[in-house]
């Protein structure tokens, strides 16, 4: 009895603390019952794939006949009649969310690791949760590489990837030139680091001229304006 005195103290001033809006997770008794209110929800016009929230604990009968008699779609929010396990009717109320499939890693990775399909795995989130850093597809992840090191399980935010840096700064590059099968070549050095089709700084080694050239392979950087005194003549197709 005292037992039942004190659980019973402690609901009433969780619920005049919290009131009605603070949505408490379900007992395990009550799964059952969710799903009796996910079903009825959508016939409600709710997303098909849903996050049930109730307000408080449920004891409902096996066949709970569940009628939504209120839902705000742009809230999520409703009001539910349900056979209780007594056989009288009760109202419970709750919010309801669509679920979003998310990618999420398949594994650690350490700063510069090059994402696979593989490495891409989906969890569900609550639309609430999703926020708009978060990338919400596997397509904008692949190939893509890591700017920090990240753990299995971790959403990933857009900004936590780059296209992976095929030149780094200081590295020793080859500058071409072609044009009407003529082929020039001159050596430099990377003034910042680049992922395939950047346009970074380059330094001739030669001239020691800086210009601006596009990175088009490791190790590779292109030009598109000739400078006799940076290039040799190596191949020719006449």
């Known amino acids: ?13 969780l619920t005049m603390c919290f009131g009605t809006g603070a949505f408490a997770a379900a007992p395990a008794a009550s799964l059952g ?10 016939g409600e016009g709710a997303p098909a794939r849903l996050q049930v929230t109730l307000a408080g604990a449920v004891r409902a009968a096996e066949d709970p006949a ?38 999420v890693l398949a594994r650690d990775l350490a700063i510069g690791d090059v994402i696979r399909a593989e490495d ?32 299995a399980g971790d959403t990933v935010r ?3 990837v780059q ?3 095929i030149v780094k700064k200081g590295d020793l590059v080859t500058i071409i030139f072609e044009t009407d099968g003529i082929m020039l070549t001159a050596r430099g ?12 700084q380059v330094v001739n080694v030669q001239s020691h001229r800086t210009i601006d050239a596009s990175v088009t392979g490791t190790g590779r950087v292109a030009v598109s304006v000739l400078s006799a005194s940076d290039f040799t003549v190596i191949s020719s197709s006449n």
């Open 189 to 200: 050095r990377a003034m910042a680091n680049g992922a395939m089709g950047d346009v970074i």
């Open 158 to 160: 857009l900004g936590d």
């Open 120 to 151: 891409i795995t989906f969890r569900d989130m609550a639309a609430s949760r999703v926020q708009r850093s978060f990338a919400t597809d596997a397509a904008s992840l692949e190939g893509m590489a890591a700017r920090r090191a990240m753990r």
């Open 1 to 13: 009895m005292k037992l039942r005195a004190f659980l019973f103290v402690a609901a009433f001033t």
């Open 163 to 165: 296209r992976p840096l």
């Open 66 to 103: 569940v009628l939504i008699t209120e839902y705000d779609a742009e809230t999520g929010r409703f009001r539910a009649d349900f056979t209780a396990e007594d056989g009288s009717r009760r109202t419970v109320h709750g919010k309801a969310e669509a679920l979003i499939a998310v990618p």
């Open 33 to 42: 019952f969710k799903d009796a209110v996910t079903a009825a929800l959508i």
